[in-house]
T-cell receptor, first 111, second 118 residues
Framework: DQQVKQNSPSLSVQEGRISILNCDYT??????FLWYKKYPAEGPTFLIS?????DKNEDGRFTVFLNKSAKHLSLHIVPSQPGDSAVYFC??????????FGAGTQVVVTP | GAVVSQHPSRVICKSGTSVKIECRSL??????MFWYRQFPKQSLMLMAT?????????EQGVEKDKFLINHASLTLSTLTVTSAHPEDSSFYIC??????????????FGSGTQLSVL
């Protein structure tokens, strides 16, 4: 039962433009949402997170928006840079440290 | 940030053999480690949670006799895939959380192990 879904397997965006990654979830008991970035042959690295009691969190070029009524969150990267090309995983926390991940979105930033 | 070392990064083995994967926290004490599995084009699936000095807690559908987890110290957890078969071929990845973490959502991940069973 996939409770966290990333329906776009890939995203191509031009350098300098905005990247918008989407994530949907089904379990209203998730209390924290996180985004991880993963390069090939490396483990995921933490990017940004948001508590379920917030609707927006911003950190530099990265902003995460949470819409609890729609059970939807999104990650905005602006401006996009070539180094942002990676797989981005959305994750949701249910219980101490246990995360459920989406399938990931491959982002390619083109010059 | 904290570093988690996972070894080996890639292993190829014959069907029926056992494979051990190590996960070490290099600069912090990891009270809890998590083991995930990822099939191609799919999400990371939590297999089990291990706490130092106690038995691992397995997720539903994960065979505990097949995937042996040992967390004998605060810096080392091991996953042993026993009597591996081709369907066990997958990407295995560990993550660790330190006891000093003020918040627990920032898990630190190893680089993963690609297991191929022939």
């Amino acid at each position: 039962d996939q409770q966290v879904k990333q329906n776009s397997p890939s995203l191509s965006v031009q350098e300098g433009r905005i990247s918008i990654l989407n994530c949907d979830y089904t379990n209203s008991m998730f209390d924290y949402f996180l985004w991880y970035k993963k390069y090939p042959a490396e483990g995921p690295t933490f990017l940004i997170s948001i508590s379920s009691i917030k609707d927006k969190n911003e950190d530099g070029r990265f902003t995460v928006f949470l819409n609890k009524s729609a059970k939807h969150l999104s990650l905005h990267i602006v401006p996009s840079q070539p180094g942002d090309s990676a797989v981005y995983f959305c994750a949701a926390r249910l219980g101490w440290g246990k995360l459920q991940f989406g399938a990931g979105t491959q982002v390619v930033v083109t010059p | 940030g904290a570093v988690v070392s996972q070894h080996p990064s890639r292993v190829i083995c014959k069907s029926g053999t056992s494979v051990k994967i190590e996960c070490r926290s290099l600069d912090f004490q990891a009270t809890t480690m998590f083991w995930y599995r990822q099939f191609p084009k799919q999400s990371l699936m939590l297999m089990a949670t291990s706490n130092e000095g106690s038995k691992a807690t397995y997720e539903q559908g994960v065979e505990k006799d097949k995937f042996l987890i040992n967390h004998a110290s605060l810096t080392l957890s091991t996953l042993t895939v026993t009597s591996a078969h081709p369907e066990d071929s997958s990407f295995y990845i560990c993550s660790a959380r330190g006891q000093e973490e003020a918040t627990n959502e920032k898990l630190f991940f190893g680089s993963g192990t690609q297991l191929s069973v022939l």
